[in-house]
């Protein structure tokens, strides 16, 4: 059976196949390159919203960068780098990352064509 690969080691390879060092991917997620850095070696956990960004600048699914998250949502970063205790709403980020994971393929697509639509009658 194949080891399946740590965040922290998937993150690395996928800075490395697009050739970039760590201060321009920090840059461009608006995070320091020493906090990139404790992601790379698995020191601290992003938060999720980090996350997303790093799908969007890798051009990779969320999916795909959750499924090499070992860790239950609510271990994840409760804020960015920078950013000031927020009052907790009754539904997270977490949360909804915690049920989402749980859902088979079928649900996941149906709640992000759902979201994709929401967000285009938004814009």
């Known amino acids: 059976m194949e080891k399946k690969q740590t965040f922290p080691e998937y993150l690395k390879q996928l800075r490395k196949s697009c050739h970039y060092k760590q201060d321009f991917v920090a840059t461009n997620l608006h995070i320091s390159r020493q906090t990139y850095s404790h992601y790379e070696t698995g020191r601290i956990k992003p938060s999720v919203g980090v996350l997303y960004r790093m799908s969007k600048f890798y051009g990779v699914s969320v999916e795909d960068i959750f499924e090499h998250m070992d ?18 709403n009754d539904f997270t980020e977490r949360e909804f990352f915690y049920y989402y994971q749980n859902l088979n393929e079928k649900n996941k697509e149906d709640i992000l064509s759902i979201m994709k639509a929401i967000m285009q009658t938004e814009n």
């Open 71 to 88: 860790v239950c949502p609510s271990k994840l970063a409760d804020k960015e780098e920078g950013e000031e205790n927020r009052e907790k």
